[in-house]
């Protein structure tokens, strides 16, 4: 199971940081993501991390601005974060967390339909 929290109201140019914890299994052979779905919109990748920690990618226009990240010491840790600065009130949405399992310790996924787990969305609302 997957729990997102963290998200809010903030002002333009604000900073938040998601969290998404992990229970029931061992983290450590989990790549993770995030999604975001704004209103009237599909869900879009945000940002993934592969298992190890040390491989990321980003959706072009967060790149620079929100960095996901796992426990480097340890990837086993069950937890996934994102850090989000310089928010944009485009950035409005619902952010769902993801994991699935990779046999490969540096691939991330960027497609919504390499996951199989999902958490329940956290709001985040910016206003301008």
């Known amino acids: 199971q997957l729990q997102a929290s963290g998200g809010g109201l903030v002002q333009a140019g604000g900073s938040l940081r998601l969290a998404c914890a992990a229970s029931g299994g061992y983290f450590g052979y989990y790549a993770a993501g995030w999604f975001r779905q704004a209103p009237g919109k599909e869900r879009e990748f945000v940002a993934a991390i592969s298992r190890s920690g040390e491989v990321t990618d980003y959706r072009d226009s967060v790149e620079g601005r929100f960095t996901i990240s796992r426990d480097a010491r340890d990837a086993s840790k069950n937890m996934v974060y994102l850090h989000m600065s310089s928010l944009k009130p485009e950035d409005t949405a619902v952010y769902y967390c993801?994991?699935?399992?990779?046999?490969?310790?540096?691939?991330?996924?960027?497609?919504?339909?390499?996951?199989?787990?999902w958490g329940q969305g956290t709001q985040v609302t910016v206003s301008s």
């Open positions: 993801a994991a699935r399992t990779s046999v490969r310790t540096n691939t991330f996924y960027s497609s919504s339909g390499a996951y199989n787990f």
